[in-house]
T-cell receptor, first 111, second 116 residues
Framework: SQQGEEDPQALSIQEGENATMNCSYKTSINNLQWYRQNSGRGLVHLIL?????REKHSGRLRVTLDTSKKSSSLLITASRAADTASYFCATVGSGTYKYIFGTGTRLKVLA | GAGVSQSPSNKVTEKGKDVELRCDPI?????LYWYRQSLGQGLEFLIYFQGNSAPDKSGLPSDRFSAERTGGSVSTLTIQRTQQEDSAVYLC??????????????FGEGSRLTVL
C-alpha cells in the first residue's frame, strides 16, 4: 500500500496542552500537507510544507519535515476543545499528481 | 460556486442497484479527485481528472466503478451493481491545477453511501 502511516492513531489531551502527531511516508515527495477532518465532514487544508523546507509555522500550528527519515510532525500548541478532529497528512510524490493520505490521528481535547 | 458541492449527501440503496454520485468543483479548478473513506479509515484514492481527462484510473476498485467529467467541471462517479463492501463516504476534491503547482485540495462534504 502506498498509504502513509500516522501515529498515534488516537490522542486525548487536556485543553491548553500541546498535541504532537507524526506522519511517515514511503516515496520521495514534492510536498507534504496536513488536513483536518471534523466528524462526518470533508477535509480542510491546514498547512503545506515543501520538500526543501524543514519547518513551517501557521498560527498555533508548527510542522516539521525530515526527508531523510521520510517523516513529518504536526504540533498544535495551546490546544482547544474545538481542535477535536482527525488529522491527516498527505504527500504528493515527485512527478506525480496523486495525493496519498495517511491513516489519520484522532485528537480529542478535553475541556 | 463558493465551494465543492457533492450530491446526494446520503444515499441508501439495495445491493445490485446502480448509483451515481455527483461533484461540482470550485469554478476554475482544473484538477478533480475522487476518494473513498471507509468508517474510521484513511482516504483511498480512486481517480484524478485534469480537465476532462483521467490520466490514472488505477485506483478504481473494480470495473463496476466508472467516472467521467464533462466541460472541465462537473464529475459523476457511477457504481454499478453495488455491493455491501461499497458502503463508504465518497469524497470529491478539486484544486487549481496539478499538485506540483498549487498544492491545496478543497474537499466537498462527501456522499455517504450505504448498501443494504
Amino acid at each position: 500500500s502506498q498509504q502513509g502511516e500516522e501515529d498515534p492513531q488516537a490522542l486525548s489531551i487536556q485543553e491548553g496542552e500541546n498535541a504532537t502527531m507524526n506522519c511517515s511516508y514511503k516515496t520521495s515527495i514534492n510536498n507534504l500537507q496536513w488536513y483536518r477532518q471534523n466528524s462526518g465532514r470533508g477535509l480542510v487544508h491546514l498547512i503545506l510544507i515543501r520538500s526543501n523546507e524543514r519547518e513551517k509555522h501557521s498560527g498555533r500550528l508548527r510542522v516539521t519535515l525530515d526527508t531523510s527519515k521520510k517523516s513529518s510532525s504536526l504540533l498544535i500548541t495551546a490546544s482547544r476543545a474545538a481542535d477535536t478532529a482527525s488529522y491527516f497528512c498527505a504527500t504528493v510524490g515527485s512527478g506525480t499528481y496523486k495525493y496519498i493520505f495517511g491513516t489519520g490521528t484522532r485528537l480529542k481535547v478535553l475541556a | 460556486g463558493a465551494g465543492v458541492s457533492q450530491s446526494p449527501s446520503n444515499k441508501v440503496t439495495e445491493k445490485g442497484k446502480d448509483v451515481e454520485l455527483r461533484c461540482d468543483p470550485i469554478s476554475g479548478h482544473t484538477a478533480l479527485y475522487w476518494y473513498r473513506q471507509s468508517l474510521g479509515q484513511g482516504l483511498e484514492f480512486l481517480i484524478y481528472f485534469q480537465g476532462n481527462s483521467a490520466p490514472d484510473k488505477s485506483g478504481l476498485p473494480s470495473d463496476r466503478f466508472s467516472a467521467e467529467r464533462t466541460g472541465g467541471s462537473v464529475s459523476t462517479l457511477t457504481i454499478q451493481r453495488t455491493q455491501q463492501e461499497d458502503s463508504a463516504v465518497y469524497l470529491c476534491a478539486s484544486s487549481l491545477g496539478p499538485p506540483g503547482n498549487t498544492g491545496e485540495l478543497f474537499f466537498g462534504e462527501g456522499s455517504r453511501l450505504t448498501v443494504l
